[in-house]
Nanobody, 125 residues
Framework: EVQLVESGGGLVQAGGSLRLSCAAS????????IGWFRQAPGKEREEISC????????YYADSVKGRFTISSDNAKNTVYLRMNNLKPEDTAVYYC??????????????????WGQGTQVTVSA
């Protein structure tokens, strides 16, 4: 059974930093993509970043480009999202998700098969 467990969320002041972790287990496929999504109240879930297992290629949404960095530690089966210079508009529940059997990057929630439970990030002004 595939499991994704996020951690690292919390309350931070604007301009601060957080690092989210996504611990993955139960994968039965060699190729996959791990994505980070967020959903603010009243808004649709949006992808902010993803990383490919094959070559480490990455994608970032324009809203986080230059501030957020995605990385992976294959030995720990963990993907990280380092978030710098956080803004109040980054406040949301952050989810990690996995897309199995392919290493092609994807940008919509529908393309991902497995989801974590989410972790809250709140940025105060």
């Amino acid at each position: 059974e595939v499991q994704l467990v996020e951690s690292g969320g919390g309350l931070v002041q604007a301009g601060g930093s957080l690092r989210l972790s996504c611990a993955a287990s139960g994968f039965t496929f060699d190729d996959y993509v791990i994505g980070w999504f967020r959903q603010a109240p009243g808004k649709e879930r949006e992808e902010i970043s993803c990383i490919s297992s094959s070559d480490g290629s990455t994608y970032y949404a324009d809203s986080v480009k230059g501030r957020f960095t995605i990385s992976s530690d294959n030995a720990k089966n963990t993907v990280y999202l380092r978030m710098n210079n956080l803004k109040p508009e980054d406040t949301a529940v952050y989810y990690c998700a996995a897309r199995g059997y392919t290493a092609v990057l994807a940008t919509t929630p529908e393309e991902f098969d497995y989801w974590g439970q989410g972790t809250q990030v709140t940025v105060s002004a």
